[in-house]
């Protein structure tokens, strides 16, 4: 395996308090070692460019049943946006949506190296892998959803942690799954009676559970087994105009949690897409409807044990997908656009409305707002970090044009300005015109890198450029030091990545893919001790309501996972 040497960039490793120095970065045999320690390196001269980890993305919904879904009832998706293949590279298509390969180039040519698949529905586990596996370049796992898995609700309702807690770790065995995902808790089985979670204290039908007991019981059940990831929450209400406070009351939940874990994270629930669960006001009408941002970051500010994302809005026409069946047909019935929905039996469910959010609107251009105070008011960066939901609040493809936001006054004084329709109303309605905080790139790598990977238990080999991680390293085209005078050279940079080196292989060289890497799908193995009356409660869930049989659920073998990296984990003890 070839050495390679990184040369004069400035340097940007929050973890190790690298800030912006002219450090060399050298890796062997695809891992980090210190610069005296290579022989005869491939020597990368970065000078006048940013160097930072390879970026991990804690949230993006890119594999998949729904994404596929997504892609086929969306064939106005791809229109006039086909790449045709050249050098190592296949074709490429779709703008929210993108096919597998894109995704890969995607997020090869914005440096990242590790992306969540961020909800799988555990009964269609096998075509999230297949999507997975045919995405090449970067690591992946995925998080099946559990907040209205049958068995969840069952055992929770009665408050047994250590059956909830083997349930997850035999369907993370299942599923080749890596964390615990929550959406709607409650909320998408309710849906099913056609109801809904509005409260965390509203019963779910039938089971006669609260969200707060899901949500509470969750996170239980994920620190009893020590998993590298915390609990991972998409809340009750999402998007519904005034839901910041049963945001604030299901963050509160995680009060007196603290965090048990052998991989050094922190936190012990994530909130997912912060942005759509900060809304103030009635309706959303726009004298209505208004940020309580701080609010929601205040109290996180006030704690320490929650983390989030921001989902930014960029303004962009989408393709919204999630497991929140009812938010779905809310929206569909909201802009009369086309809807698919699913419902996976005794697991979950799903929904998919194309979105187009206009800045012509006074609500896109608030939701672009919240997005970025999200961003903003956060004390400790390493907390929060950047994504888009992608494709949800905007494509994947627009990483870099949140970060030019983030990082620029000017650029989003531009937005107010001159491309949002109701500037003014929505420096009325919203923080973002009293903000002139700029994200340093050192915040940047934080929000990016370091705070992702420590969140997703990761931080061993991902999010830091420490002697003995993982081989994964971007160089951008941006000089700290002169291209401080256009925000525009932001975007640019962060999404044209000079180099990136994944586990020790060059994978774009001068702004080219040259390399498909050695892509690995992340699981985690939790162990067990022997718990009958689950194991009995599973066959016969199977045997009585399941369409399928256990052999035809499980996710195994050389096929779907083809190149397997297990994070084992002994919860016996
Ligand atoms: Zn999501």
Redesign the pocket.
Known sequence: MTDYLIKNGFVFDPVQGINGDKVDVAIKDGKIVDAGDVTNPTVIDATGMTVMAAAVDI?A?VAGPKVNVGRNFRPEDKLFNGKAGSGIKRMEGGFSVPTVLRTAYLYARMGFGFSME??MPPLYARHTHEEIRDTPIIDQGALPVFGNNWFVLEYLKENEIENTAAYIAWLLNQTKGFGVKCVNPGGTESWGWGMNCETVDDVVPYFDVTPRQIVSGLIAANEYLGLPHCMHV?GNSLGEPGNYEITLDTLKIAEGYKPQNEFGRDVVLHN??LQFHCYGGESYASKSFESKSKEVIDYINSVDNISYDLGVVTLDETTTM?ADGPFEHHLSHMNNLKWANTDVELETGSGIVPFIYNPKTFIAGAQWAVGLECGLFIKDPMRAYITT?AP?AGPLSRYPRVYKWLMSAQAREDMLNNTLKYGDSIRERCYIGEIDREISLYELAMMTRAGPAKTLGLSHMFGSLKVGLEGDVAVYPYNPETDTDDPEKIEYAFGNAAYLIKGGRMIVKEGEIVDMGNKRTFWVNAKVNDNPMVERDISEKFRRYYTVTQNNYTVEGHHFVPNPYVIEVDATK
């Open positions: 949230h919904h961020a909800a998409h997912t897409h999630t939901d949800n």
